[in-house]
């Protein structure tokens, strides 16, 4: 009876616990929202724009939840941008502060908060920036303001872009791991590094002429902003010429060297506020908060945005993986739901999976039945993300957006080297001709590889085929420029990859057109799970996660990314329309 007694006694104490937690975020969510309804912008305000947390499209925060980005530390592309064009119009913002930014975001989204700051700028109102240290996304984010300010002990780093791709053939030779690859595309480059221990030149021209072409959009910019020509711009780059704030002044690039209360005089100067007085900052987090009170679009009828980002795999998909549950689902509402009259597909991937890419582009074709699709490119939309936006009406893609990669492969690790190292041996037994196909202790067989190769060649066909069905071109134009080589929004504008250069601003206005909307809401998709159904999923996996941040803290943040990289080579499944190479670019 004792044993009873304390046992129930136990599950009583913890579910009173648990009740008292469960209270406790009741509470502080309450409180959280209270403290969203109490923002309050004060006259002579100047928004203050410090980008510290990792950029993603859309984080698909709703209104109504108190734990919305409680516990998701990333910004919202969308918010940002509806920030800013709310202020805009807000007569107590007098201008906005680029402060001490180290911008985690990609080129694309950059490029497009750079053109929001700009319609702000052109809206009459002032945009200053400072920085104790400049990174070249953050001068690029910064080259748009009327004044930008160093500090005298700072750095800028300007010099051009590079990029560095990691080989593994020779630690697979060390380790007896190995990965048996087969792919279609001269420049389908995502095995390459496990094949070599040098680039191809096919692959070294294909980034050479991508980065250049992302760098030539980035000085136009530049130029542009401080009204200095593209060729003394790439001088500056090749002599490292603005590489001490001296340098920096003196090349153009900045407008005065300041300790950052120099820098508060000239905010104060420029919003019109007294010396002797405090400077009124409105933080963009609070803005956000604010700004989400303010519709810049209104109407019964609704545009329909619906946001897939992130590698693209089989299942359900989240907010920074593609699945086909999810954004299928998403289609189906939009195309459902009579006050949709259009919609835009915003796509932001590298690729992954060819099964899920192309059951997404069934649903595509299934919704441009019924209404039109536009797609929007973000910073990535390539392979398979390029396979899911081809069937759209229309395709939009940013200068700085890469996209193409119309190639496939497939991997399959193997150890069987290391098995025999280490002193395993793997027996089969069958029943038929072929039922044991592959094992990872065995050497791949001819049988075997030849099958996969019919794989990947019949989902390249099939591959091609969507291409030229979007895009009204033949087979073989198709094929010209695929075989995986990636290309620039701009030059994919070029070759016809894409119909217009613009974002998703642009997309959401012409989708508008093509149904004669004049006036219109916004309806974003898909509704992603709630701060608080994240939270309960992140207890539930807070010994993984704490294993994680261990190692990585252990071996460095270098080493960890590249043992993700073959992490996650080795759990690839079927075959793959991915991006030809982890492109880190500095």
């Known amino acids: 009876m004792n044993f009873l007694r304390n046992l129930l006694a136990s599950i009583l ?35 203050e724009l410090h980008l510290e947390d990792p950029i993603s499209d859309f984080v698909g925060n709703a209104d109504a939840d108190p734990f919305a980005g409680l516990f998701d530390r990333s910004q919202g592309l969308d918010e940002i941008l509806h920030a800013i064009h709310v202020a805009k119009g807000d007569e107590n913002i007098k201008g906005i502060s680029i402060n001490n930014n180290y911008i985690l975001a990609g080129m694309s989204q950059t490029q497009a908060i750079r053109k929001a700051l700009k319609d702000f700028r052109e809206s009459g109102k002032f945009v200053y920036a400072y920085g104790d240290f ?6 690029y984010l910064s080259s748009v303001a009327n004044g930008i300010f160093m500090n005298p002990v700072g750095m800028m780093d ?32 995502a095995v390459e590094p496990f094949l070599s221990n040098e680039m191809s030149d096919a692959n070294r021209t294909q980034i050479k002429e991508l980065i250049g072409s992302l760098w030539s959009s980035m000085v136009h910019d530049i130029s542009d902003g401080r009204n200095i020509s593209p060729e003394n711009l790439n001088i500056i780059a090749d002599t490292l010429g603005a590489r001490t704030p001296e340098y920096a002044k003196a090349s153009g690039l900045i407008d005065d060297i300041l300790y950052y209360d120099q820098y ?8 019109g506020i007294e010396n002797d007085r405090d400077l009124n900052y409105v933080d963009l987090n609070d803005y956000i908060k604010y700004a989400k009170k303010k519709k810049l679009h209104t109407g019964s009828d609704k545009i329909a945005v619906i946001y897939a980002q992130g590698e693209i795999i089989y299942g359900e998909g989240g907010p920074n993986v593609i699945g086909a549950d999810i954004i299928n689902d998403a289609l189906i509402k939009a195309r459902e739901d009579k006050s949709v009259k259009a919609i835009v597909l915003r796509v932001n991937s590298p690729g992954g999976s060819a099964l899920t890419s192309d059951i997404i582009w069934r649903e595509v074709e299934l919704t441009k039945e019924m209404k039109p699709v536009v797609v929007s490119m973000g910073d990535v939309a390539a392979s398979g993300g390029y396979y899911i936006a081809v069937g759209a009406d229309k395709i939009f893609a940013e200068p700085t957006t890469i996209t193409g990669s119309i190639g496939v492969f497939g991997v399959v690790p193997n150890m069987t080297e290391l ?5 395993v041996n793997a027996e089969q037994v069958g029943t038929n001709r072929n039922s044991v196909d592959y094992s990872l202790f065995e050497p791949m067989s001819d049988t075997f590889r030849k099958t996969v190769q019919e794989g990947v060649e019949s989902t390249y066909k099939t591959f091609l085929s969507r291409v030229a069905q979007g895009r009204d071109i033949s087979i073989a134009n198709a094929d010209s420029l695929a075989q995986g080589r990636v290309w620039s929004g701009v030059d994919a504008k070029r070759l016809g990859l894409v119909d217009e250069l613009g974002g998703l601003e642009e997309a959401i206005e012409e989708a508008a057109s093509m149904v004669g909307l004049s006036s219109y809401g916004i309806k974003n998709f898909p509704k992603y799970k709630t701060g608080f159904e994240q939270l309960m999923e992140d207890l539930g996996g807070s010994s993984a996660k704490a294993k994680q941040a261990f190692i990585k803290e252990e071996v460095g943040t270098e080493i960890y990314g590249i043992l993700q990289q073959v992490k996650a080579a080795m759990e690839q499944k079927g075959v793959q329309a991915r991006m030809p190479f982890v492109l880190n670019i500095k």
Do not use: W
Request: aromatic letters at 12%; zero cysteines.
């Open 134 to 139: 400049y990174m070249q996304k953050d001068y």
């Open 158 to 189: 300007f010099k051009g872009l590079s990029s560095e791709v990691l080989f593994f053939k020779e630690l697979q030779e060390k380790t007896g791991i190995k990965m048996e690859v087969i792919r279609h595309g001269k420049y389908k480059s």
């Open 13 to 47: 104490g913890t579910l009173f616990a648990f009740g008292i937690l469960f209270v406790m975020f009741i509470i502080l969510g309450s409180l959280i929202g209270g403290a969203e309804d109490s923002v309050s912008i004060k006259k002579n305000s100047i928004l």
């Open 419 to 423: 098995a025999a190292d280490i002193g």
């Open 264 to 271: 508060e005089s000239k905010l104060r100067d420029a919003a």
